[in-house]
Nanobody
Framework: VQLQASGGGLVQAGGALRLSCVVS????????VGWFRQAPGKGREFVAG????????WYSDPVQGRFTISRENAKNTVYLQMISLKPEDTAVYYC?????????????????WGQGTQVTVSS
């Protein structure tokens, strides 16, 4: 399965962005899809995940209540809606697919990755 992330950009603190992850070569609801981010000089950090078949979701503590992951089966796409953005949200954001189980957060448990999309939040 292949994934392509898009939707990043430059936004002021307090603003919002919506990232998209289009899945091809497979059906999006057959996979767990997660969003990760990587800031300069830091490791890849889990952000949010959405379960296969159902739309159950889980989030990291720093984004809980501000970010929402969702899926549109007809477009084979997973979204990450981000609101109340903070400068510390600045990073390259990646989407990835896993065939593991609900709650998975470790990058090595995701077998397919899209290219990143840059999100920059200015103060």
């Amino acid at each position: 399965v292949q994934l392509q992330a898009s939707g990043g950009g430059l936004v002021q603190a307090g603003g919002a962005l919506r990232l998209s992850c289009v899945v091809s070569g497979g059906t999006v609801s057959d996979y767990i899809v997660g969003w990760f981010r990587q800031a300069p000089g830091k490791g890849r950090e889990f952000v949010a995940g959405i379960n296969r078949i159902t739309v159950s979701a889980w989030y990291s503590d720093p984004v809980q209540g501000r970010f929402t992951i969702s899926r549109e089966n007809a477009k084979n796409t997973v979204y990450l809606q981000m609101i109340s953005l903070k400068p510390e949200d600045t990073a390259v954001y990646y989407c990835a697919a896993s065939q593991k189980w609900y709650g998975v957060k470790i990058p090595t448990d995701f077998g397919s990755w899209g290219q990143g999309t840059q999100v920059t939040v200015s103060s």
